[in-house]
């Protein structure tokens, strides 16, 4: 004799919530960095923010004579750069360069990478349990933040010392450190 069990299942298709869900996860974006039009501090005395110098330490800073004299060669469009020869200059400076480049937001993010990984994830799982996910966006947020600014003292940043000019006048060769303006303006937006 032969018998036969069927198990007859029906569920509720739950792919337009679960789409839906992603979408709007989809459309949070987490930034770290400085907003652009974040002044320094007023008896600074500065004409750039804290975004511009970060940008200008990221990327290296030229000679006042060599920018004068390339700058209207490169916007007529006379002189070009080979986006690989700007990636490279980036990424390791040039003896032609005052102040070697000193990166601090990319490069700690990747050191990180794992750990805002992890948090990541915890935003997804939140969001498909149908829960709101802001909170954890903003604990990935404050992780990049606190990453970045770790990263002014953190060995693993590789950073040249200060010049002997520069750490006479400062007091100390390690760069960027002096006041901590740089760093605390290091923040995070969710959006």
């Known amino acids: 004799m032969f018998s036969a069990f069927s198990k007859v299942t029906t569920g ?12 709007a996860l989809a459309k949070k974006q987490v930034y770290v960095g400085i ?10 005395g500065q004409p750039i923010t ?4 970060l940008y200008a330490h990221t990327h290296g800073i030229r000679q006042k004579v060599m920018r004068d004299e390339m700058n209207p060669k490169v916007e007529s469009g006379e002189m070009t750069y ?22 601090v937001i990319e490069p700690a993010i990747e050191h990180h990478k794992e750990a805002i990984a992890k948090q990541l994830r915890k935003v997804s799982e939140v969001a498909l349990d149908g829960r709101d996910p802001e909170a954890e966006l903003h604990k990935a947020g404050l992780m990049g933040q606190n990453f970045a600014r ?24 390690k760069p960027l450190i002096d006041t901590g303006e740089l760093r605390k303006a290091i923040t995070y937006v969710v959006k």
Do not use: C, H, V
Not at 35 to 44: A, L
């Open 12 to 23: 509720i298709d739950k792919t337009g919530e679960l789409s839906k869900i992603l979408d």
């Open 150 to 173: 770790d990263w002014f003292t953190n060995p693993a940043n590789g950073w040249p010392p200060n010049s002997p000019i520069t750490e006479e006048r400062k007091g100390s060769d």
């Open 82 to 103: 080979s986006k690989a020869y700007q990636m490279w200059i980036q990424a390791n400076g040039s003896p032609l360069w005052r102040s070697p480049p000193r990166p």
């Open 50 to 53: 804290n975004a511009q110098l």
């Open 35 to 44: 907003p652009e039009g974040s002044e320094r501090p007023e008896d600074d």
